[in-house]
């Protein structure tokens, strides 16, 4: 099964919790902290593995969780970091967001990866947090959790000529007759039922052997989704030069020609920019050889390049291979490189202090990439932990934004994954 679209879940590992211990020796009173930080959580990667060429092994297989970080501690040791997790994927596989849409990445090198998802870093021992005045901390951070999100994968692939054609019009055997792919061939439509690929070696001084797609056959109105090809229109983008492939034995050849050219342009008028080569097939038939002439003159006169073949005899397949290599760039050429899936966005994502706040039903939802971090560092169960998340709520201004929104005693407050109930003895704007 040729799989080239599929939808993951992926989340890297959460950061360890740092450790609240106590120097504990001999004749050493008082030792003070010694609560080491708390392990990085392993991040999720995304790498190109050049032996793939499908996206099946996701087809069972949708959710991928890095390992999380050690534990903090005592003697100021950290704790051991998490693992990171590669996921491979085949060149030409564009990640994007599954929410958004927004492309990630475009992965088309061997062995091109990029971080997706981070782990979280490891919380602060107490080592950290004692003071001149406060020599005996209790509080240490939790880790930071990883990142999580939805992906989608789409996979173009990455072949320098691309066939397409209406079904039925020998684009398979064609194929196979230019290399030594061996795809499933027969005698009605919709044989083809995935791309196929295959390598043609050109017989020139430069040894150039290019990566030949078959794309399943495309029919009129395949671009909005008729047919079987419409699902692979995208794996020709790449392409460097376009093999129109005819049926020559067709009843009338010429409207077969046209169907497929306002497919291609329906879809992205771009791909009729590409170099391209109409190839006129069935040339063993008669009904082919009598309908020749005609479709020869009318193709010419619209400044396209065609050549007749009978795929099955392999007639014709020499000049098919000239003409396709003056059509390819040569290989130090900038225009060989790949189709770009998109325009990737980089964007600064800051741990700023600003903070936005709505009504989520009984409850107020405060959101904020500095608070939301705070809170889920947070552990609430030691007493001068939740002093110190309170004290940054009246730091950042959300308490007094609170107070504001009319917030009661037994109101409901969520940040991030936190929940908590506001009390009567909330903190109070500089009490200490």
Do not use: C
Request: net charge negative.
């Amino acid at each position: 099964m040729f799989l080239d679209r599929v939808t993951i879940w992926v989340r890297a590992g959460d950061g360890g919790d740092g450790a609240a211990t106590f120097r504990r020796e001999a004749h050493v009173p008082r030792g003070g902290p010694d609560g080491g930080d708390g392990g990085r959580g392993g991040s999720i990667l995304i790498r190109v593995d050049p032996g793939l060429t499908t996206l099946r092994d996701f087809r069972f297989t949708h959710h991928f969780r890095a390992g999380p970080g050690g534990r903090g501690l005592g003697a100021k040791r950290h704790g051991k970091s998490g693992g990171d997790l590669v996921i491979a994927v085949p060149p030409g596989t564009g990640v994007l967001d599954d929410v958004t849409g927004a492309l990630l990445a475009d992965l088309v090198a061997t062995g091109q990866e990029v971080t997706i998802a981070r782990g979280g870093r490891g919380g602060l021992g107490n080592v950290h947090f004692a003071t001149s005045t406060h020599r005996a901390p209790q509080h240490a951070q939790k880790g930071e959790p990883g990142e999580e999100r939805g992906l989608r994968l789409e996979l173009r692939l990455i072949a320098e000529v691309g066939l397409v054609g209406l079904p039925n019009a020998g684009k398979s055997t064609l194929l196979g007759a230019l290399t030594a792919a061996r795809p499933k061939i027969a005698s009605y439509p919709f044989t083809t039922l995935e791309p196929n690929l295959g390598v043609m070696d050109l017989g020139d001084a430069a040894d150039r052997r290019p990566t030949v797609a078959d794309v399943p056959g495309l029919i009129e109105g395949a671009s909005s989704g008729a047919g079987l090809g419409h699902a692979f229109l995208r794996h020709v983008e790449r392409t460097r030069v376009l093999v129109h492939v005819v049926d020559g034995a067709a009843r009338d050849p010429g409207w077969d020609h046209d169907v497929i050219r306002e497919e291609l342009r329906l879809h992205d008028p771009r791909l009729l920019e590409k170099p391209l080569v109409v190839v006129f097939n069935k040339m063993d038939l008669q009904a082919a050889r009598e309908a020749w002439p005609a479709f020869e003159v009318a193709r010419r006169g619209e400044g396209l390049n065609v050549v007749a073949v009978s795929a099955e005899s392999g007639d014709g397949l020499d000049r098919l291979r000239a003409i396709v290599g003056e059509l390819l760039p040569a290989v130090d050429d900038p225009a060989d490189l790949p189709e770009p899936f998109g325009v990737v966005v980089h964007r600064l994502d800051a741990a700023g202090d600003g903070f936005t706040m709505e009504r989520e039903g009984d409850a107020h939802r405060v959101r904020g990439k500095r608070i939301e971090r705070i809170a889920a560092q947070t552990n609430f169960d030691i007493e001068e932990s939740a002093e110190r998340f309170q004290r940054a709520l009246d730091r950042l201004g959300i308490d007094a934004a609170l107070r504001k929104a009319g917030i009661k005693p037994g109101d409901i407050v969520r940040i991030g994954a936190i929940e908590f109930e506001w009390g009567p003895d909330a903190w109070e704007p500089g009490a200490e």
